[in-house]
């Protein structure tokens, strides 16, 4: 199978026809001109009757001519090539909707000829069939250096498309270019600007690496490898099925597909949430698809209405720096009454002690002696990103009007690079907003010791703000207060924030394509090979079908020189980007039997697909499951 390209501006399929400067051409020949063709179109002869010999549909509503069978032209073998020998039977066929490839084309079997500046299409590789049936025409090569293709005549065009039953609309906003529109038009100069809108979305042209920081550690983002690697960790973590006998609901107030985040094992694991029983899990929502953390206080007993009044508050509060509460129930579904509390689930986060302060047990060695567990040092750097952004949730919510309560060691989550977000918040706003201070300075546990600790490792400033945080300060001390204190933390931290968003729209940038097409892919994959057509031809091998079908094969299913399959993921890429886009760019399409070819442009490509969709869109018996892919 052998497949060419050449960029074009014009738009629109065009029928290969043989060169007409070709020496000596006998009345076959000329026949095969397009205004030869043109004149015959009245009642073209069935293609099924020239290629076939017979056609299933003549009595069954096919509108081509089918000629008596003592007059029937003799037919040219399926598999012989279009050598001179078989001219009579492409001089007739020339009626019929078939394209029959005359092009000097070059093949490459010996040494490319040099390029023609223009040309940008890439070497293109011919299986020895096709380039066998093809030979005849490379003795003419030499005559059509820059790829002499006809010019389209738009009625050519017309009957070109109609034969092949397409439907292509006309898109009024992306006018192709008409030469003859234009006073200064001169046949033989090439157009030398393209009409059409730029196509911005076509390839993404993300920021030169020395200017963008995708490629080194950055404070809240880690090099592009590494964010790819967490990405693709985190999603792994938002799709893993529960292991089987777990002994939990299947299903509670909407919730489904419960895992515990937890090892809730045996009676000394239970743990606690103030005075109660607490169990985290995550689960799926039925009604948003989306995964929540569900916190469970188990045997719940408090006035159900303080417990939600303060959840409604919770819910509204947002902020990158705490956990969202979504909602909160009572339930039975684990034989008691617990109180479940959901919350925004962030794949892979860790508690803060979790992250820094558990004792980690060295790595075994054989023989060695275990010196004593050791504990992570937190960098000051991160440290400082930490006080930072936990002033900045408890400012939010002390705005709010509420108290976080939760700034402990393992509700505090370590969500993302130097990134905490205060969980397990709304469960409790009995104390005052100024425990939350107290509580924040005491964050490192034992406070003499951590003092004592960050005299050593850090610098003064890191010990200010803890002492600010202890002390009693009366009633006036606030969360605003410490901000002053800190902020020039608070000003590189902005920095680093900012810096981050642009690290991440970098990255997004180069991933913009991909949602556009795996779209156009799904889209494919409705279209091709549906089996209910499988006994009706006429949905895959007419009209606009056909052409998508002899496009995925030019897509997907080349083949090199020794009849080996090219897996070129670039030029697969390339050809959807285009398609997607819908290019004024031409492509040229053989059928399987490599007996015709067709030479479209991405823009009719795309109709086509537009128009194929479109046609299993209304028959759809769910308009809502097809409304998302369009
Ligand atoms: N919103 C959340 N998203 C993702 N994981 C979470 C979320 N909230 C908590 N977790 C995870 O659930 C696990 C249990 O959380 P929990 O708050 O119970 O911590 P804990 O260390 O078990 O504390 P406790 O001893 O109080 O139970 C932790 O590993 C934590 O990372």
Known sequence: MAFFTRPQSANAAIKIVRPATAPAEDEQQLALKPSAARKDSVQRHCRNIMIYGSCKFENKGCVYYHPPAPDAAPLAPRAESPTKASAPALAQAVNAPVFVPKLPVRIQTSPPPPESSYVTAPPIHVSPNTAQALAPYQDEQPQYDEYAYSTPSVDGLTEQMQEMNGNFYADPQYDAYDPAADGHYFAAQAPVFVRQPLNYHLYSSPIPPSFSASATDAHFVPPSGDLRTLLQGRSEDLRMAPPHGLNLPEEMQGYHTLIPLENIGGPTERRKFGNWNSNMYRAVNSLDGATYALRRIENYRLNHQAAFGAIETWASIRHPGVVAVHEAFTTHAFGDSSLVVAYAYHPKA?????????????????????????????????????????????????????????????????????????????????????????????????????????????????????????????????????????????????????????????????????????????????????????????????????????????????????????????????????????????????????????????????????????????????????????
Request: charged share 25%.
């Open 350 to 630: 860790q508690t803060l002690f979790d992250a820094h302060l558990k004792l980690t047990p060295p790595a075994y060695q054989p023989g060695a002696r275990y010196p004593p567990p050791a504990q992570m040092q937190v960098p000051e750097r991160t440290l400082w990103a930490y006080i930072v952004q936990l002033a900045a949730a408890v400012k939010r919510v002390h705005d709010a009007g509420q108290a976080l309560r939760m700034i402990d060691v393992t509700k505090v989550l370590v969500t993302e690079k130097n990134r905490l977000r205060v969980g397990s918040c709304g469960i409790d706003v009995h104390l005052l907003q100024q425990e939350d201070l107290t509580m924040f300075g005491r964050l490192g546990g034992n406070f003499q010791k951590s003092l004592e600790v960050m005299g050593r490792l850090y610098s003064p400033e890191v010990k200010t703000v803890a002492l600010f945080l202890v002390n009693k300060g009366g009633p006036h001390k606030n969360i605003g207060q410490l901000l002053e204190i800190i902020s020039s933390k608070v000003a590189a931290e902005m920095g680093e924030a900012l810096g981050a968003a642009d690290t991440l729209e970098n990255e997004l940038m180069g991933e913009l394509e991909n949602a556009r097409l795996v779209r156009l892919l799904c889209k494919f994959g409705f279209i091709n090979e549906r089996p209910e057509f499988a006994r009706e031809p006429r949905w895959s091998e007419t009209g606009d079908r056909y052409i998508i079908k002899l496009f995925r094969d030019y897509v997907f299913h080349q083949i090199d020189e020794n009849g080996n399959p090219v897996l070129n993921l670039s030029h697969v890429l390339t050809c959807l980007s285009k398609l997607d886009a819908g290019t004024d760019e031409r492509v040229m399409l053989v059928s399987r039997d490599e007996q015709s070819c067709l030479v479209v442009s991405y823009k009719e490509i795309k109709s086509c697909v537009e128009s194929a969709f479109g046609e299993l869109a209304r028959a759809a018996t769910t308009p809502a499951a097809t409304g998302g892919y369009r």
